[in-house]
């Protein structure tokens, strides 16, 4: 049975780095389909301005329309406090306890992982499909995750320079960001007026 890809961030805005990333690894890892879970809570961007969850949500179920293989999850939109991803782990394998997951994510991310609640019983949950980011080295990164008991595969395709902090800024400024983000999303940012102040 194919596995299906757990894709989580906070999405604000989702953009060109995001969509190439979870349709690389649908595509390369022959996955199922790919969940991409905005997080409610998130505890690692404590103490930022983040857009409310609902909007977040919407820009993806916008940005996934004909694209084959990704699909948006609310999983995490139901629970208060901070939003584990062991925990949404952990409940997507109890609705299917058949089903085999594998975690999508940017090298930047997985970086930080260490630092994250119940990291070493993540590990154990599902392996790790990861984007290169920012032409970091991966050994290092390889080595952080593994003495972790974390498995890693990498997916190829070109370093996306594109960030959701960058794209804030020119949507702030007024500048069109054109194709870093898709431009069904960007109409929405605008009727929404997100990020202009
Ligand atoms: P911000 O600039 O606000 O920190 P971001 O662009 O990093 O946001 P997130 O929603 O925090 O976006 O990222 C969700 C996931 O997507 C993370 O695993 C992150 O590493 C990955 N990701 C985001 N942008 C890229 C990119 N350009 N290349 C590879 N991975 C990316």
């Given at each position: 049975?194919?596995?299906?890809?757990?894709?989580?961030?906070?999405?604000?805005?989702?953009?060109?780095?995001?969509?190439?990333?979870?349709?690389?690894?649908?595509?390369?890892?022959?996955?199922?389909?790919?969940?991409?879970?905005?997080?409610?809570?998130?505890?690692?961007?404590?103490?930022?301005?983040?857009?409310?969850?609902?909007?977040?949500?919407?820009?993806?179920?916008?940005?996934?329309?004909?694209?084959?293989?990704?699909?948006?999850?609310?999983i995490?939109?139901?629970?208060?406090?901070?939003?584990?991803?062991?925990?949404?782990?952990?409940?997507?394998?109890?609705?299917?306890p058949?089903?085999?997951?594998?975690?999508?994510?940017?090298?930047d991310?997985?970086?930080?992982?260490?630092?994250?609640?119940?990291?070493?019983?993540?590990?154990?949950?599902?392996?790790?499909v990861?984007?290169?980011?920012?032409?970091?080295?991966?050994?290092?990164?390889?080595?952080?995750?593994?003495?972790?008991?974390g498995?890693?595969?990498?997916?190829?395709?070109?370093?996306?320079?594109?960030?959701?902090?960058?794209?804030r800024?020119?949507i702030?400024?007024?500048?069109?960001?054109?194709?870093?983000?898709?431009?069904?999303?960007?109409?929405?940012?605008?009727?929404?007026?997100?990020?202009?102040?």
């Amino acid at each position: 049975m194919a596995a299906i890809g757990i894709y989580g961030g906070t999405f604000d805005p989702v953009h060109a780095g995001h969509i190439t990333v979870a349709e690389r690894a649908f595509n390369q890892c022959g996955l199922a389909k790919v969940l991409l879970i905005p997080a409610k809570n998130p505890w690692l961007k404590e103490g930022e301005l983040i857009s409310e969850f609902n909007h977040r949500h919407r820009m993806l179920e916008i940005a996934v329309q004909g694209r084959p293989g990704l699909e948006v999850s609310s999983i995490e939109g139901w629970r208060d406090g901070p939003t584990y991803t062991v925990d949404t782990v952990q409940q997507l394998r109890d609705e299917d306890p058949e089903g085999e997951f594998v975690l999508v994510i940017g090298q930047d991310s997985m970086m930080t992982m260490p630092r994250w609640h119940r990291v070493e019983e993540l590990l154990t949950l599902c392996p790790l499909v990861v984007y290169k980011r920012d032409g970091e080295d991966t050994v290092d990164a390889e080595r952080t995750i593994t003495g972790l008991g974390g498995r890693i595969s990498w997916i190829e395709g070109p370093l996306m320079e594109v960030s959701a902090t960058s794209l804030r800024q020119l949507i702030a400024e007024g500048v069109d960001p054109g194709d870093r983000m898709p431009s069904s999303v960007y109409s929405y940012v605008q009727q929404q007026g997100l990020y202009t102040g």
